[in-house]
Structures are given as C-alpha cells and as structure tokens.
C-alpha cells in the first residue's frame, strides 16, 4: 500500500490485537486463553469499538459524500504520539502542539490504547526501544502489569 516507517503521514498500520488488561499467559484469565477480556475484537475496526454504531451512523449521515470513517487510515497526529518518545521535540512541537507538554502524552500502553480510536503501530509489535523516552521531561512508556519489561510485552 505503499506505507513505510518513516513516513509520518502515510504510516504502516496493524491491528491492536489485545486489550491491554490483561494477559492470558499471566495467569489472570484461569488457563481460558479465548477470553474476550483478553483478545480484541477483531471483527470491528478499533474506531467502531471506540466510537460505537450510533457516532459511526450520524457520520456517515452528515458527511459529504456520505462515509463512515475518514478517507485517512491513521492521522500524522497519532502516528507522532505513538512514537513521541521517540522523535525529536521539534517534530512533536510541528504536529502535536506548539508547546510541548510531556505529562499530555500517553504514559503507558494501557492508556495508549484506550485514548485513541486508531490501530498501532509496527514498533509496538517489534521495537521495544520505543518504550524508552530520549526526552529526559518524557518518562518512558509503561507496559502492562503482565509484561516484566518492553522486551516481555513484545514476546507476548
């Protein structure tokens, strides 16, 4: 599809795959690893579990030509949170917000994923430098209780 890391504004996308509660190799769901508490549902896309039928309806019906979800399959504003440990503050302060406010950004992956209606990111699948923060104001990305380090969340 012609998207490639890098590219804040034409990111590669995958979808969020787990819920970030829980796990079920930490033992929290008694051996049961078909838990909807633990796997998304992937029948949906994240922005109608996030949004839900009734906003996905009333966009559709106001929209010009009508459609359900924007024509943009990530926004550069999300790709740029997701990676704000990462890239420069210069970048962030471009596309995010003109100040820069270390506490505005998502501290760990459970609130990562609840904030946005977005899928992820590769990184989050293969990459556990992006937990560390190059921003000494930023601290770095929490994973979920049932990860012992960046390294375990991606093995998972």
């Known amino acids: 599809c012609g ?12 979808p969020w795959v787990i819920n970030m509660r829980q796990h079920a190799s930490s033992g929290d769901l008694g ?4 838990s909807t508490d633990f ?6 896309t994240k922005w109608r579990l996030a949004k839900g039928d009734e ?12 459609h359900h979800v ?6 550069e504003l999300t790709v740029c949170v997701y990676l704000a ?18 506490r505005e ?6 609130r990562m994923y609840d904030w946005t209606p977005d899928e992820a990111i590769p990184e989050f ?4 430098s992006i937990f560390e923060s190059t921003h000494a104001e930023m601290g770095n990305m929490e994973v979920p209780t049932w990860a012992q380090s960046p390294e375990d969340f991606i093995r998972k």
């Open 3 to 14: 998207r490639e890391r890098g590219n804040l504004s034409f990111y590669p996308i995958i």
């Open 85 to 102: 440990r990462r890239l420069s503050k210069n970048v962030l302060v471009e596309v995010v917000r003109r100040s820069f406010e270390p």
């Open 70 to 75: 924007s024509d943009e399959a990530m926004s």
């Open 105 to 110: 950004y998502p501290s760990t992956m459970q």
């Open 125 to 128: 699948y293969d990459d556990p």
């Open 31 to 34: 051996g049961n690893e078909c």
């Open 39 to 44: 796997w998304r549902d992937l029948t949906k």
């Open 55 to 66: 906003q996905l309806d009333f966009t559709y019906a106001s929209s010009d030509p009508p």
